[in-house]
């Protein structure tokens, strides 16, 4: 009925760089991950519930 949108093995990698490094570099909180997944996915056309941002105290994990 409704055709899933693929994404490219370029648009995988991107995002995996992306994560590997907020998670290694910025050390980002699992809330601001979520949110930069939903905002990057929803760049790509893939339909993803909304996500707020989350305030800057809860941005990075300690």
Same mark, same amino acid.
């Given at each position: 009925?409704?055709? @899933? !949108? /693929?994404?490219? &093995?370029?648009?995988?990698?991107?995002?995996?760089?992306?994560?590997?490094? $907020?998670?290694?570099? @910025? !050390? /980002?909180?699992? &809330?601001?991950?979520?949110?930069?997944?939903?905002?990057?996915?929803?760049? $790509?056309?893939?339909?993803?519930?909304?996500?707020? &941002?989350?305030?800057?105290?809860?941005k990075k994990n300690e």
């Open positions: 009925m409704f055709k @899933k !949108k /693929a994404l490219s &093995e370029t648009a995988i990698k991107g995002i995996v760089y992306q994560f590997r490094y $907020l998670i290694n570099d @910025k !050390k /980002a909180s699992d &809330e601001e991950l979520s949110w930069h997944l939903s905002k990057t996915l929803s760049n $790509l056309g893939v339909k993803v519930d909304y996500i707020p &941002e989350p305030p800057p105290w809860k």
